[in-house]
């Protein structure tokens, strides 16, 4: 389904149907955004409809020639990035004794050669259980291309704090990668 000027004036004008559909379609698109920046589907999906009425809302200001994915996903970060600030204070940090009793419970199990290869979703898993700012910068800058300039303006922190947080990410994410290889050779021995 491509959205159409027909679809977007008939959203503009309450059209419970193609509202419907526009939900349905933006959802497939713009919930493993969703996902990235938030630990559990809960959260993702209240993320995500929170986003999705500030698409609806947008919607009277699109122009007809707009790439309108490109313009969603941009907005659903930019909606992310205001509820983190939003809640900033009252976002807490994953103890790294929880990271690693976590990381046991999910990488228990694993008897299959084709699994110690570690795909996308796994790597998303691992980002999951990063302290939530280091998970966001993480995100916008390896996933979402900003800088780090850009990331500093974002989440009000110093261009070096960005960097900061994305070395961290990189190093407790090679850790874990290392540490669930090291399981996996155990477990195929």
Same mark, same amino acid.
């Given at each position: ?5 027909? &679809? ?5 004008s309450d059209d419970r149907k193609t509202i419907n559909l526009m939900y349905e379609y933006c959802f497939t698109m713009l919930m ?6 938030? *630990? ?13 009425? *500030? ?25 992310? &990035? @205001? ?12 103890? *790294? ?15 299959? @050669? ?36 850009? &990331? ?38």
């Open positions: 389904m491509d959205i159409t000027p027909e &679809i977007i004036k008939s959203c503009n493993p955004v969703c996902f990235r920046y938030n *630990k559990n589907e809960e959260d993702a999906r209240a993320a995500y409809n929170n986003g999705f009425l *500030k698409i609806l809302n947008g919607l009277k200001k699109v122009d007809e020639g707009i790439n309108f994915n490109a313009w969603a996903k941009r907005l659903m970060v930019n909606s992310l &990035i @205001d509820e983190y600030r939003k809640n900033k204070k009252y976002n807490t940090q994953i103890t *790294k004794s929880d990271n690693e009793r976590e990381l046991d419970f999910h990488s228990k199990g694993h008897d299959n @050669d084709a699994e110690s290869n570690l795909g996308y979703e796994n790597i998303m898993m691992l980002v999951k259980e990063l302290p939530g700012t280091t998970a966001k910068v993480f995100n916008l800058y390896l996933i979402e291309g900003y800088s780090h300039r850009e &990331i500093g303006e974002l989440l009000e922190m110093s261009e070096g704090t960005s960097k900061w947080h994305l070395s961290t990410a990189r190093k407790s994410l090679r850790e874990k990668l290392e540490r669930l290889e090291n399981q996996n050779q155990r477990m195929v021995i």
